[in-house]
């Protein structure tokens, strides 16, 4: 008997063959829909498949269940099943390879589907097991890849918040910036984001309220103009900022003539 844990809701899986779980599947579900299966289910191809792809399913598949391939090994009942649908397989490649046998059989295919009634489910084709590992494999890969953007997600926003303890809001606004780009969906992060830029943008804006105040008090009301118009680039609703950009404006035009 198998110990594989993954067979538990699939007893029949359990045989002691030389097979792997994936193949056993395919074998097993392949074997059980031949009668009711159609040739494109069976190979895995859509109805509109050009002759390339027949073909090249057919012999992906072929090598896959043609017992010859497991020289050898214990396919127990496995071994019928794969010849049975070897044999399937060989049929459905030489009527879809055949432009007249095709079209025959696309008709019987349609009348099939008039005929049949609205309680009876189409056959889910049986999923080679190699795109099975295909699957399998991306997902592992997507899985690693997700984990490698969340520690770097992490590594940022432990970066911000240093730069937090430290006063610096800019510095930290833009470490969760960063981190943003590896958890765009992660809502504290943006949540940060959104707090630190508003405090780096206020404190900004501040420093050329200072800086503008500071040009006035000696008089320089270009220059006073040049920081409040900064000033207003960061604080545009602020009505005492727009006050003085207008006086210093006038000022400086003033002091021009």
């Known amino acids: 008997m198998s110990s594989d844990p993954n067979c538990a809701d699939r007893p029949e899986l359990e045989e002691d063959v030389e097979i792997d779980l994936e193949r056993r599947r395919y074998l097993f579900d392949a074997y059980a829909q031949l009668d009711t299966i159609s ?10 498949a050009d002759a390339k792809a027949i073909k090249n399913a057919y012999y992906r598949l072929a090598g896959l269940v043609h017992p010859d391939r497991y020289f050898g090994k214990r396919l127990g009942s496995y071994k019928p099943k794969m010849e049975a649908i070897f044999t399937q397989l060989s049929v459905a490649y030489d009527v879809l390879s055949s432009p007249d046998k095709r079209a025959e059989y696309d008709e019987d295919l349609d009348h099939a589907a008039v005929q049949r009634s609205p309680d ?4 889910a084709a049986p999923v080679d097991p190699r795109i099975v590992a ?3 494999a991306a997902l592992a890969q997507l899985e690693e890849h997700f984990a490698a953007g969340k520690a770097k ?16 809001v800019a510095a930290a606004a833009e470490a969760y910036r960063s981190a943003l780009t590896f958890a765009a969906n992660d809502p504290d992060i943006k949540r940060a984001y959104e ?12 420093s050329h309220v200072r800086k503008a105040m500071l040009e ?28 003085r950009l207008a006086n210093a404006l006038a000022r400086a035009r003033a002091e021009r003539t």
Not at 120 to 123: I, L, P, S, Y
Not at 153 to 168: E, I
């Open 39 to 48: 040739h494109y289910a069976l190979l895995g191809v859509s109805r509109n």
């Open 134 to 136: 295909k699957r399998q």
């Open 120 to 123: 009876e489910a189409e056959v």
């Open 153 to 168: 997600a992490q590594q940022y926003v432990d970066a911000a918040l240093r730069a937090r303890a430290a006063g610096d």
């Open 216 to 243: 006035e008090r000696f008089g320089r009301w270009a220059a006073a103009a040049e920081s409040w118009q900064r000033a207003m680039s960061v604080k545009p609703n602020d009505p005492e900022v727009h006050a």
């Open 195 to 206: 707090e630190t830029q508003k405090a780096a943008s206020d404190k900004l804006g501040d």
